[in-house]
């Protein structure tokens, strides 16, 4: 099991950025893939969750709005669009993965997700 971020760099405040997260060497059919960031000095923050065949799109409160979560079919990588930038959002993002059913509270919860990639770098700075 693999999963691969990239999409991460450097962006002036208000500018945009698209993750990327591609995954192999699943073999379960039902799960939800999520993006969860890290700023320094702080915790673990989800941003937004799609189930594995890119529907059902959930999202948290830091975020939403300006971001969307997107994948077209369960072979493709799953995508993070984000708008708007703040300098606030400077973090590193990671994309997991968890069995835990979001869509019973529309809540996803971090610590049930056992598959991690090793993040990508977002700096929102001028």
């Known amino acids: 099991v693999q999963l691969v971020e990239s999409g991460g760099g450097l962006v002036q405040p208000g500018g945009s950025l698209r993750l990327s997260c591609a995954l192999s060497g699943f073999t379960f059919k039902a799960y939800y893939i999520s993006w969860i960031r890290q700023a320094p000095g702080k915790g673990r923050e989800w941003v937004a969750s799609?189930?594995?065949?890119?529907?059902?799109?959930f999202y948290g409160d830091s975020m939403k709005g300006r971001v969307t979560i997107s994948r077209d079919n369960a072979r493709d990588p799953v995508y993070l669009q984000m708008n708007s930038l703040k300098s606030e959002d400077t973090a590193l993002y990671y994309c997991?993965?968890?069995?835990?059913?979001?869509?019973?509270?529309?809540?996803?919860?971090?610590?049930?997700?056992?598959?991690w990639g090793q993040g990508t770098q977002v700096t929102v700075s001028s």
């Open positions: 997991a993965t968890t069995n835990y059913d979001i869509a019973v509270t529309g809540i996803a919860r971090i610590e049930t997700h056992n598959h």
């Open positions: 799609i189930y594995s065949d890119g529907t059902n799109a």
